[in-house]
């Protein structure tokens, strides 16, 4: 029997109406997570400290955690978020 070492999430990106799936491993971090996501969502590098991450509901504010200390499952919903939203004119 041969011990899994990379975990699927999904990522919502609402911004871009998209949601991006990341091959990673527990050793990834949320901040690592979120610049992926953003990238893979939008093509290019955003400002990553504009945007927040929700695991499970709850905003992550420790973004040096790591998948593996949150305890990240396999295929695990994810959201990336910016940290003030933006009014609808």
């Not at 590098?45 to 504010?61: E, I, M, N």
Request: glycine share 2%.
């Amino acid at each position: 029997m041969s011990v899994r070492t990379e975990l699927a999430i999904r990522v919502w990106v609402p911004e871009v109406w998209d949601m991006v799936e990341l091959a990673v491993t527990p050793a990834w971090t949320i901040a690592e997570v979120k610049e992926s996501a953003l990238h893979a969502a939008t093509g290019r590098l955003s400002d990553v400290a504009a945007y927040q991450v929700k695991f499970r509901g709850a905003v992550v504010f420790d973004e040096s955690q790591t998948l593996a200390a949150l305890q990240v499952p396999d295929h695990a919903p994810m959201i990336v978020l910016r940290t003030r939203r933006q009014p609808v004119r």
